[in-house]
């Protein structure tokens, strides 16, 4: 009897930032960001009309990040091209924010089920590590990026 399989999996997915010519950053866990509309309310009845207002897009959240070609000062060097704290400044918007993509897999590792294009994308939060002598855990910190436009193809 065939088994049936089940393309969609939580672990195979690919996060790539434009315009790295690097390979794709590998995380453990990627939260997609959530979108939402705002509600304006209109009365010119003896009720209220609700029509959609001003889109929101929530955060890109990444757990255990790093790189496939071994550098993993990335993230901290696009975090201060934003605002240094060193320097007292940082670059212009369109020079730091950047392109994300995230693509959904199949479990074939190659078929594509989804993918997000995030754009206006920069880092705005790293959270810090933890160090413990008894653990065995990977020290790469998760980080959250801020979007301005989310697209799913």
Not at 79 to 86: A, T
């Amino acid at each position: 009897m065939a088994q049936i399989s089940n393309p969609r999996k939580n672990f195979n997915f690919s996060i790539q930032i434009a315009p790295l010519p690097i390979d794709p950053f590998l995380a453990q866990k990627v939260t997609i960001p959530e979108v939402s509309l705002d509600v304006v309310e209109h009365g010119d009845r003896n009720f209220d009309v609700k029509t959609a207002g001003r889109a929101k897009v929530g955060m890109i959240m990444m757990e255990k990040i790093s790189t496939t070609s071994g550098a993993d000062n990335y993230i901290f060097d696009w975090l201060f091209s934003c605002q240094d704290m060193i320097l007292g400044g940082g670059l212009i918007p369109p020079a730091y924010k950047r392109v994300l993509t995230i693509t959904e897999l199949a479990e074939d590792g190659s078929s594509i089920l989804n993918t997000w294009i995030c754009t206006g994308v920069w880092p705005n939060k790293i959270n810090g590590t933890e160090l413990n002598r008894q653990d065995s855990a990977n020290t790469i910190e998760s980080v959250e990026f801020c979007v301005d436009q989310i697209d799913k193809l």
